[in-house]
């Protein structure tokens, strides 16, 4: 029985101290995350679907105005660009992301990538022909067009965007956003 007591204490200490790769949850073991190779989002108070390997990343943050901007260069971070929209681009170190979006979404982008978004835009009266023209002048590209509604799903360039809004009184121009629930 002794030894057995002890062999429970090595192994427990060898979990508390984080000896070997391996993860223990609750009784359970997994294997080491594996790194994240792919864009990340986070979204709603999670990484998705993996939190970022590298201590920097390019993010664009659904929010917009000066307490976030300033809460952004407080993290040490830089603000990129903000946008027509309720989004700013900011490069910032990976651990600051859920402190400074808590419930709302942080979606990883190239550093290189253009200043574009995707969001719907609403229309005054029922999409036309001509609408759908001048959208795709400007270089906006249509994703869905909903027919019970005058909405169009699309990718928005950011520079199209004051365009979009005076070609008609009523027009609107949103980031598509993401709902997190409630506390």
Do not use: K
């Amino acid at each position: 029985m002794r030894s057995l007591t002890l062999l429970v204490l090595v192994l427990s200490a060898a979990g508390v101290l984080g000896c070997g790769r391996e993860t223990t949850v609750q009784g359970v073991v997994a294997p080491p995350p594996e790194p994240c190779t792919e864009p990340a989002s986070f979204i709603c108070s999670a990484w998705r679907p993996c939190e970022p390997s590298v201590v920097t990343a390019v993010f664009e943050i659904q929010a917009a105005g000066p307490a976030i901007r300033d809460a952004i260069e407080r993290a040490g971070g830089t603000v990129l660009h903000e946008y027509h929209v309720t989004l700013i681009r900011a490069r910032l170190h990976v651990s600051s992301v859920p402190a400074l979006v808590r419930r709302s979404v942080a979606l990883q982008v190239r550093p290189d990538q253009g200043l574009e978004f995707d969001g719907l835009i609403t229309f005054p009266h029922s999409v036309t022909t001509s609408d759908r023209g001048f959208l795709e002048s400007i270089g906006v590209t249509v994703l869905r067009e909903f027919q019970s509604i005058p909405v169009i799903y699309a990718l928005i360039p950011d520079a199209a965007v004051p365009a979009i809004l005076s070609r008609a009184e009523g027009m609107y121009v949103e980031v598509n956003r993401y709902i997190c629930g409630g506390d």
